[in-house]
């Protein structure tokens, strides 16, 4: 077998257990038997779960990353954009479970991977709060504070995912996140113009 396909065969039982289950409880052992591979097979890829954690959070980030940055790159409102963003983090999680492991490794990262500094929040916040400024800028936005309106945004994405992940509901992922995004968006949009109805 190539290693390439064996790499992928490890990251993706790592995942499945990952996405379930806290890091800590999470043996290599474990990992290397579901992948179906001898554990000298899997060290010549990987020296311990630190290391499959750390490619997880590394394909996740990528994932994300890429999401996002099409996002930008669109021709829609900033509001939109904020919608279609939410929307891309749950179609990510639904469709690929090396993401959904790395969203949960992500939210134990200072515990156990301090040295990446991963703060999910932050990202977020900064990537909603720019769009905000711009949906202002353009007229779109009511009279709201932007620092207060990033936090409820933010937290409720968060929430939104966090419910999905209780319930293993990631099927719908997408369209969950998405109308979390859209039901907020039309209390902040203004009325006056058309964006309230073009973000149905």
Known sequence: MRADAMRQQIL???????????????????????????M??????FADTAEIANAILDHERAS??????GIIGQSISPLHKIIRAFE?????????????????LAAESRQYFPHRRLDP????????????????GDGRLRDVDIEDTVWVLVAAGMGAKDL???????????????????????LIATSS???????S
């Not at 999905?164 to 099927?171: D, N, P, R, V």
């Open 88 to 104: 891309a983090v749950g179609e990510n999680c639904e469709r690929d479970i090396l993401v959904r492991a790395g969203v949960r």
């Open 64 to 69: 994300m990353r890429t999401a996002i940055a």
């Open 40 to 45: 000298w097979e899997a060290q010549l890829l």
């Open 164 to 186: 999905i992940a209780l319930h293993g509901s990631w099927e719908n992922a997408g369209v969950r996140m998405a109308n979390t995004a859209r039901t907020l968006v039309h």
């Open 193 to 199: 113009s058309s964006e309230s109805a073009s973000l």
């Open 12 to 38: 993706r039982a790592a995942a499945v257990r990952l996405a379930r289950d806290a890091y800590a409880d999470v043996r290599y052992d474990y990992i290397v038997r579901d992948a179906g591979l001898e």
């Open 121 to 136: 929040f932050e990202t977020w916040r900064a990537f909603v709060r720019s769009q905000l400024m711009h949906a202002r």
